[in-house]
T-cell receptor, first 114, second 113 residues
Framework: DAMVIQNPRYQVTQFGKPVTLSCSQTLNHNVMYWYQQKSSQAPKLLFHYYDKDFNNEADTPDNFQSRRPNTSFCFLDIRSPGLGDAAMYLC?????????????FGPGTRLTVT | AQTVTQSQPEMSVQEAETVTLSCTYDTSESDYYLFWYKQPPSRQMILVIRQEAYKQQNATENRFSVNFQKAAKSFSLKISDSQLGDAAMYFCAYTNTGNQFYFGTGTSLTVIP
């Protein structure tokens, strides 16, 4: 089945130690998103890629970076994780502006910072 | 700027009863999509139902239906014959571009056996 896959599902990192979360999709969608979601809150958009075009939200900290080497994969890099970065990180995809369709979400990666 | 508002942080419903979750949004666009997503505890966010703004007919998916009032910018979700598996966080979302999506703050639904 076509889907959005996130690895790992659970990630523990130490304060200040760089960490990378990965997302892949088999939907061949143009747009890929990274959201941060803290407990019982709405997902907060960090950035999104439309194909190779990177779109950063204005309030996304510089500590968060992203890479999309090809259509299928997108990575979230947290350069120096702080305790406040502990959260669920959701990857999502959508077809993009030519089709007003829904987003498809991955299962998320729960990040713990010790 | 587009905003999506869910004014009910928590709701509860007896099993087999009906519950309505509210959502309002603000936009100056005429063409857009609205969605309800369900996020069970520790599980994946999945689409429940979607509504195209140009359609006057309210969307329906089995026990889930919406009441879309375009002029009032209101988009409520009705869950009929509630089941224990309906317990989850429900998010209302909006897009007019297909690139950017705006989410409400969510409504936590409890189903009482």
């Amino acid at each position: 089945d076509a889907m959005v896959i996130q690895n790992p599902r659970y990630q523990v990192t130490q304060f200040g130690k760089p960490v990378t979360l990965s997302c892949s999709q088999t939907l061949n969608h143009n747009v890929m998103y990274w959201y941060q979601q803290k407990s019982s809150q709405a997902p907060k958009l960090l950035f999104h890629y439309y194909d190779k075009d990177f779109n950063n939200e204005a309030d996304t900290p510089d500590n968060f970076q992203s890479r999309r080497p090809n259509t299928s994969f997108c990575f979230l890099d947290i350069r120096s994780p702080g305790l406040g970065d502990a959260a669920m990180y959701l990857c999502a995809t959508s077809r993009g502006s030519n089709s007003l369709a829904e987003q498809y979400f991955g299962p998320g990666t729960r990040l713990t910072v010790t | 700027a587009q905003t999506v508002t869910q004014s009910q942080p928590e709701m509860s419903v007896q099993e087999a009863e009906t519950v309505t979750l509210s959502c309002t949004y603000d936009t100056s666009e005429s063409d857009y999509y609205l969605f309800w997503y369900k996020q069970p505890p520790s599980r994946q966010m999945i689409l429940v139902i979607r509504q195209e703004a140009y359609k006057q007919q309210n969307a329906t998916e089995n026990r889930f239906s919406v009441n879309f009032q375009k002029a009032a910018k209101s988009f409520s979700l009705k869950i009929s014959d509630s089941q224990l598996g309906d317990a989850a966080m429900y998010f209302c979302a909006y897009t007019n571009t297909g690139n950017q999506f705006y989410f409400g703050t969510g409504t936590s639904l409890t189903v009482i056996p």
